[in-house]
């Protein structure tokens, strides 16, 4: 029996009162209702024409922001996917249970021959509940307003399920979601979209329970995480997994190397691919939604990394490294990158190529080493594509501000369109206790450029594991860095927000200022500090 | 008798322990003394072939870094540039005094057909002892370091004193010095330097004491502020700029608009020429080193303005619209701005020529209210030029990071070059709470296009003033989008802390990792919150 917190409940919030309520829309095509949280406005602000007295807005949280959802951790999320019952006749339950303590559904795969992967069903034309989805969610029911919005001498359009397959198909973005997770609100990771950003949790060694952990992933939610990495090492990285997949509404992501690596004893020579691949069945079964996997980095990499000035940073780079240089032998990652993309296309599992080689300081950015891992990393998309999985790859890292532009670039063209996931990147070194700013600055950058998804970095960066409050932090500030990113990229939804946020400063409507801020509490705080402190009371 | 706290001496610091100390570097020229915070490092480590084992930082804390120093705010700060008795032949005391309220100084003014300032001098090919300061303080005992590092195809080169002469002769570069702020340690604000930032503080009417500003102005300093700016209004305003001068080591700027509006009543429409130049003078004797004027702002321009979404959101810039309006008359700034020139020209202030018509909200920006303003703004540095005044421009405001280069292009050429200050800019309206990062995402990019100065933005930023814990993080994240540009731009001095820290970071020499950041106290209390909480110590 695990003991969980209020915090798991999002007391203050679900979600922030009565100005707000979940609202949920139905689909045409699919069984589908898609949540989110309408704000109510003590104002009715006109913007070319159109009144606006509330305005929906993208919910990260799922069911944790509405009142009307009773939550138990105890027994998970309501599986909301499985009552769409649409992958039904392609899959099967497995036969052989790799792993005892899977909790009691029964995990699916697909059946022999069939696939099961948005990207799959995309290129056949099929358009699935998940992109039809993800197409309502990305409108935010803003259809008329977005039809108003200027675009490139013509106006905008909404988005359709109908494009969101052609995206899809064509490899430009995914929609991570495990046929396991059942309890996920599809989301899409790709440029023509919102940008999303992720947050990574997990718990160290020594370090914090598996209801913290399932707590921070939550926080991170409700604060505006749209993906999840569960980064656990240690004792109990099984279970931890699977509480938290059972209570995540956003899709989660892990590196099963760090899984794979306990199970060698900690050892890296001592890897092998059989206790690889298990490891990706176990988590496939668990229902993660995607995995970092580091099978870029090569052998004739390595003299190029040596040179620099700090070496391999990430940790799945080096556990590679270490093998392929102990073991003198090719990245068994590489070299059994068929069957791994076997193993994620029985359960539409997206693969997110890892930077092994990103640079781990601005002097070692948009190096030999990086950009050749880079080319692999291309070459690896066609391959995975070949097998019908979902690819987005992964970026650094720390790289000065006038290089950014071509790490974006660079990807485009040596990866074929697939979504770009960066950390960060760094602008700099010596932002030590400041690099979740650090990071918004690249990030907003690079998702201005065409990048999908940043990843958070926490005030804790370089300086140890991060708290709530720092996953908070991080989580926030990159949502005003992927905002900001889709402000420059004209995106209709997010300029509607910060037109009423304009029009209600200019109102002076408190109220509705901080209600349409990215941190509401944090906006509402600081005003009642402010106001204290100048003795200024609001009776 | 005031009564200030044991902040005012930051005793926690006088800088940051053992491992600082103050030194000094003598002018060839001039008989100068440069301070800079010299750290000491737990080990060497070998850059482009040179050995460091500590490195001179830029400092901007002044005498309060110097434990050698006794500080006194009754007394106020040695008056260092008294001592290189550079002017005195060209100055003379006023003889009739403005204010009785000014201390014991007599204040100097130039002797009639006399030029003090710092471009009268740069183009009579003069290099002021002002000059060598700067070269001397951007080299950061660096020189050896400086010649080693690429740029453009060949090494870089130190810093000169000539150099600097012809940057400050050109326009391109301005060393805000008022002859009458003694305790001035200069510096310099132009795209060829480091990034410079600025802080406001200042009271409220119903706000906070004397001690609490000149404690902020002096913390501000001590995080990194290379100027302060005193927006204090309400009672006490002469008294509380008083303390702050005596009290900086660092240019104070104002904007004597404000001050003049308390002695109009409050009523912009019963502000007088008169008035204001008698405001000038008052703010001249006693040491500001730049005004903001808001003389660009025309009858002409309010149209555009009344068609934006957020009218005017400067506080000068609505106060000259309002009087323009009421008495149906041309801006008085303008129509006045060469009495105005002859007295910024008389003390040696410079002019920030404040940006009266900046976009309040991300949908007004780069209209045709913001550069029908600037291209005014671009005239009137000609004309500040004919007096020999040094001129900067202050720029926006809200700009979506799509849009911020076309502002430092237009800044460039309408305003032939001059020096950019910009506050943010803010890339997103809805960042309310963090709009000290959304200010540094903007600033950043900005600044490495080529903005000389960054003025920071705090978390209160449309919430209410801000606190000490608020300046502090608003100094910090613009510290780090300062010298994240300065990495952008490739200035050798800025790489050389980054390349340090990544080698401090490589060998795990974390007493490195700390003093090496921009913020050393919060990375070490960081990091033992993490200790702490993963239950290590450091025993």
């Excluded at 913290?212 to 099984?238: F, Q």
């Excluded at 176990?282 to 004739?300: K, N, R, W």
Aim: overall charge negative; aromatic content about 8%; hydrophobic content about 35%.
């Amino acid at each position: 029996m695990n003991t969980f917190s209020d915090n798991i409940f999002c007391p203050e919030h679900r979600m922030y009162g009565n100005a707000s309520k979940k609202t949920y829309t139905r689909g045409c095509i699919h069984p589908i209702e898609v949540g989110m949280r309408t704000l109510s406005l003590t104002k009715t602000y006109t913007c070319r024409g159109i009144d606006f007295s509330s305005i929906p807005l993208y919910d990260t949280s799922g069911p944790y922001s509405d009142p009307a959802v009773t939550i138990n951790p105890e027994k998970g999320l309501n599986p909301l996917r499985d009552s769409w019952k649409f992958n039904s006749e392609n899959t099967e339950p497995v036969s052989e249970r790799d792993n005892e303590t899977t909790a009691a559904r029964v995990p699916l795969r697909a059946k022999a021959g069939r696939a099961v992967t948005q990207l799959a069903y995309a290129r056949k034309g099929v358009i699935t509940p998940e992109m039809e989805y993800v197409a309502i969610r990305e409108n935010q029911q803003l259809e008329e307003w977005i039809a108003t919005f200027p675009s490139g001498g013509k106006t905008a359009e909404p988005f359709t399920a109908e494009f969101v397959r052609q995206e899809v198909a064509a490899g430009r973005a995914i929609i991570p979601a495990n046929i396991n997770h059942p309890e996920l609100e599809p989301m899409i990771i790709g440029r023509s979209f919102r940008v999303k950003i992720n947050a990574n949790i997990g718990n160290s060694a020594m370090g914090s329970s598996i209801e913290e952990e399932v707590e921070k992933a939550v926080w991170a939610c409700r604060w505006g995480a749209d993906t999840v990495m569960d980064l656990s090492t240690g004792t109990n990285i099984h279970q931890t997994r699977e509480w938290i997949l059972r209570n995540s509404p956003v899709p989660i992501g892990t590196v099963p190397m760090y899984q794979a690596l306990e199970k060698a004893g900690g050892i890296a020579e001592n890897l092998t691919w059989e206790l690889y691949r298990d490891t990706l069945v176990e988590q496939a079964e668990q229902g993660v939604d995607y995995f970092t996997i580091h099978a870029g980095i090569l052998q004739e990499h390595l003299p190029a990394a040596d040179r620099r000035m700090t070496g391999i940073v990430s940790r799945g780079g080096a556990i590679m490294a270490k093998w392929c240089k102990t073991n003198n032998r090719e990245n068994f990652l590489y070299t059994h990158f068929d069957e791994i993309c076997e193993i994620m296309r029985s359960y539409d599992i997206a693969i997110s190529l890892g930077d092994a080689l990103r640079p781990g300081c601005i002097a070692d950015a948009n190096d030999e080493a990086q950009f050749g891992e880079l080319k692999v990393l291309g070459e690896l998309t066609l391959q995975a594509w070949k097998h019908n999985v979902q690819v987005m790859i992964e970026g650094p890292g720390h790289v000065p501000l006038n290089l950014v532009e071509e790490n974006m670039r660079k990807q485009l063209e040596l990866c074929h369109g697939a979504p770009f996931y960066t950390l960060g990147p760094l602008t700099t070194d010596i932002a030590a206790g400041y690099d979740h700013v650090n990071s918004a600055i690249g990030g907003t950058l690079i998702a201005a450029y065409g990048c999908s998804m940043l990843c958070y970095v926490t005030p804790k960066e370089h300086l140890g594991l991060p708290d709530k409050n720092d996953v908070r932090e991080g989580v926030v500030v990159h949502k005003v860095a992927a905002h900001a990113a889709d402000i420059a990229k004209g995106n209709p939804v997010a300029w509607l927000q910060d037109e009423l946020m304009s029009r209600a400063r200019y109102a002076f409507a408190w109220e509705d200022q901080f209600n349409l801020s990215i941190d509401p509490v944090k906006a509402r705080t600081l005003y009642a500090e402010s106001r204290a402190a100048s003795g200024q009371t609001d009776g």
